[in-house]
């Protein structure tokens, strides 16, 4: 019998990272001779879901683990007697030991930005696995893991954690999979709707300010909410925080927004990020994943504010290239309130155009997930191109290269 376990632990997650659970969760269940469980932290202060919550959201039991001892983690010791661990936290991969396989659940669907100069490769050069439903994200992934191992390679002493437990110099095999938040192959286009230019809803969905201070949105929130609301009098405006911020800062300026301008509100819900996807017309973000996500579930192009002196920063401008084409970017408020005024015009072929270009560019849409996870169960690893342990990447015989 091979034990699975899945690890919900991502900190103050809650519904929307538990999404991705939910899709593989069936997939795992069918195989045979296999055992699937699933773990959280058993710890109110850690995740914004209790474990009863995400029972029920899943229908299925969720197993709390103790936390001992909270820096290096020393509760994921009960996960060490399984044979595969998938994790939507991949931080937590390098205190897995070797004889565990690894599986990374890449949140989102586009590329990801981080202020790091290894990128996410810190933590993704110690996976087994990566699973990804975005070619961009992907190659972002792939060319971090590159840099970082052929870094590791020439460095004096091995860029590692101390408390690792596994080697991030290995075989990382890229698995990539459907989206997991949302079927894109039965798409709603009659819910599309003509904006109502005297009643409609911009949505403001900042990422973590600690991934790249100084692209954040929190940085120019108060400027942001003014400007849109004398531009735009009768929109409605609601700002979605990132679910790990709580600063005092910060919240004492968006609770004096809230109270100067009437039509400026605070989400407090706790709701899943697709659930206020319904709410919005638009959406401004500065690098979240949401940004694809709101694309994919209102057929409107995102718009990535971000100020045109952070651009050339090599991350920044990495970003924009993959995702260039596919979105719409400003790089001031003058050009921000351009963006907004071009979305309110689009027509509904126009909103699909871009949905498309986005599915048919950057999405692994014709995979059988099923097949991938019996794969990497199975330890069928003929049909998946790697990264090795000397930063190369490896294509199977005949294989089409995705990027």
Known sequence: MKKIALLNSFFKGGKTLLEYFKRILPNLKNMEKCSVDIFQPDNKDTLNLSISEAENYLQNKVWG????????SFYLRELFNYDYIFFNDFRRICEIPENIFTAAIMHGISPLLNNHKNGFATYLAYA????????????QCVDEIIEFRKANITATSKITFDYSKRDNARKTYLCYIQPLK??????????IKNIDKNNFTIGIMPSSSGAFPGISLYNSINLIVEELHKNFTSANIIFRPFFTESVAGLDACLNNLEKHIANFKIDKTNQSSTEFYQQCDILITDFSTGGISF???????PIYYILRKFTKHINVKKFIELQTDKVLFANSIKELIKQINFCINLTKEQRINYFDNYCKKDLF?????QQVLQNII???????PYVDAQGNIIFPRDFPKIF
């Open 65 to 72: 683990l103790k936390i001992f001892q909270q820096g290096n």
């Open 128 to 139: 087994d696995f990566i699973l990804c439903s975005s070619k961009s994200q992907l190659k």
């Open 182 to 191: 949302k079927s894109l192959l039965s798409n709603d286009f009659a819910s």
């Open 295 to 301: 694309l994919i579930n209102k057929f409107m192009p």
């Open 365 to 369: 849409l014709h995979v059988d997930n």
């Open 378 to 384: 199975n330890k069928n690893f003929d049909n998946f």
